[in-house]
């Protein structure tokens, strides 16, 4: 006679996929994974991991930054996001830097304040290409000088 043990699971924070009941319980291990039945409607699963997720805000911002010159350094300390990372997101999506030497791009961190003075100064802007984007509670100003013959 062999004894098989089943437990109640007193929180599951994952209803059943099926039925969406939470009268679940433990129904052993796969593959590292806890098993779980569903007692309405005898259907087994597994709960998959969800893993670390970074907002789409930031893979945007670091892809649009990576495209206007800045290196994955500099991305990594203006977003708190790994160089790694971003290189990755480039990889991903296929992104190809403009390779143009004429094409050296600055760039500013300013708060609301320092960026109304920034744009108030005509010239700031004369002659130049501005960029300007939102980084958190701040913005970026990336200038860079138009090209000439």
Known sequence: ????????????HTPCPRCQSTQVIKAGIVADRQRYK????????????????????????????????????EIERLLGVSHVTVSNWVKKFGVKKLEDLRYHPSYKILNHNE??????DRNNLASHGVLITEVGDKYMVIKWERFRE
């Not at 006679?1 to 599951?12: A, P, R």
Request: net charge positive; hydrophobic share 40%; proline share 0%.
């Open 38 to 73: 569903c007692k309405s409607c005898q259907y087994y699963y597994t709960v998959s991991k969800l893993g670390k997720t970074i907002d789409e805000y930031y893979i945007i911002k670091g892809l649009q930054l990576y495209l206007e010159g800045l290196s994955f350094r």
């Open 1 to 12: 006679m062999q004894i098989k043990y089943i437990f109640m699971v007193s929180k599951i």
């Open 115 to 120: 960026l109304n003075e920034f744009i108030a």
